[in-house]
Structure formats: C-alpha cells, structure tokens
C-alpha cells in the first residue's frame, strides 16, 4: 500500500461544478499537509496548507481528517483554469526533520 | 525576485555519461531537494540536504550524487549507473524543518539516448 493514495481520475466536470478530491495517508505520525497544482510539464506550485481546522481560499476549500486520515480538496464553481493536476504531499516528522511524501497526483478537467 | 532556478531546462546525453544538473535558490532556506517524475507519476523523493555540508538519501538515491557546499546550490549528478534516466527532474526549497511547504524550480528534462 503507497503512503499516500490519490484517486487518478480524471475527473470531467463541466464549468461551474463542484467538484471534491480526497487524499489517504498512511502514516498516523504525519504533521504537515498541502495541496499542489501542477500543469502539464510544469512544476508543482503550491495552492493552499491543510490547518487541523480546515481552510478556504476563495474558491477552495480544504480540510483534514486525522481520526480516518486523510485529506480533502473542495473546488467550487469550476473555471476552465482550474483544469490541471492537483498533489497532495504529506509530512511525517522523523529524526532527519521531515520528509514529505507526495501522492501521484489527481487529473481534473473542466469543460466548457 | 526571489526563486528557484534550474538549468538546462532540456538535456540529452548518450547512454553511459554522467551529467550534473544545476540547481540555484536566492529565498535564504535551509532546506533543498531533488525529485524525480515520470510521465503519469508522481514525484520520488532523490536527495535532500536540511543544510549546508549535510545530505541524506531519498526513496531512490541510486545511481544519483549530491554536494550542498553553498546554502544556494544543490547540484545533483546522474551517473552511468543510473538505470533508467529519462525523467522529468524537479529542484526545490524550504524553510528549515523539512515540514514546511517546498517551492519547486521549472525542472529539467533528461533525455538519455
């Protein structure tokens, strides 16, 4: 079983859905959570930290669920830009200070 | 503007040469790593270094060598015993602690012939 587990896709939603991602992890120690973007051969770019008590960023929600472990990515009203890969990384703290573990990734396309 | 830069942004190298990717970060952290994509994957976690002089080995740490001798550079060497070299190569930094978010660099594209 990988440390962190994504569903594939893709996802095909039209704009305006909304659409969610979730994100399992296996390592109960794990401390730090993030969502990244990333285009089509481009780098990650990081969209939003994942705090114990969730958080929003206009259009984007994320949450964390440590009893089930795992964690949750909201995309409301969907705009054509938001199609891309979406990256969750997980942060379990070891003797070296952390070392982050990113799952492979969930491919949403929005169509018009 | 602070950042992370890689160079080149594509490389072709014959089969059974060695080569060293560049990678340059002006943000002042602490903390540099190197990854590896392949198409459809997920990053895999090479080298990482959480300061200057000092590295540990990743997931697949085979067949690649590191040097943090400035807080700015982390150069990563892909040698001939690299099985499988082509790959998307993907730089990045973070403040101190290893939990903080990572800032990636463009990445480079090694293509082994």
């Known amino acids: 079983r990988k440390e962190v587990e994504q569903d594939p896709g893709p996802f095909n939603v039209p704009e305006g859905a909304t659409v969610a991602f979730n994100c399992t992890y296996s390592n109960s120690a794990s401390q730090s959570f993030f969502w990244y973007r990333q285009d089509c051969r481009k780098e990650p770019k990081l969209l939003m930290s994942?705090?114990?008590s969730g958080n929003e960023d206009g259009r984007f929600t994320a949450q964390l669920n440590r009893a089930s472990q795992y964690i949750s990515l909201l995309i409301r009203d969907s705009k054509l830009s938001d199609s891309a890969t979406y990256l969750c990384?997980?942060?379990?703290?070891?003797?070296?200070?952390?070392?982050?573990?990113f799952g492979d990734g969930t491919t949403l396309t929005v169509k018009p | 503007d602070g950042g992370i830069t890689q160079s080149p942004k594509y490389l072709f190298r014959k089969e059974g040469q060695n080569v060293t990717l560049s990678c340059e970060q002006n943000l002042n952290h602490d903390a540099m790593y190197w990854y590896r994509q392949d198409p459809g994957q997920g990053l895999r976690l090479i080298y990482y270094s959480q300061i200057v002089n000092d590295f540990q080995k990743g997931d697949i740490a085979e067949g690649y060598s590191v040097s943090r001798e400035k807080k700015e550079s982390f150069p990563l060497t892909v040698t001939s015993a690299q099985k499988n070299p082509t790959a998307f190569y993907l730089c990045?930094?973070?403040?101190?602690?290893?939990?903080?978010?990572?800032?990636f660099g463009p990445g480079t594209r090694l293509t082994v012939l």
């Open positions: 990384v997980v942060t379990a703290y070891n003797t070296n200070a952390g070392k982050s573990t």
């Open positions: 994942v705090y114990s």
């Open positions: 990045a930094s973070s403040r101190q602690g290893g939990y903080n978010e990572q800032f």
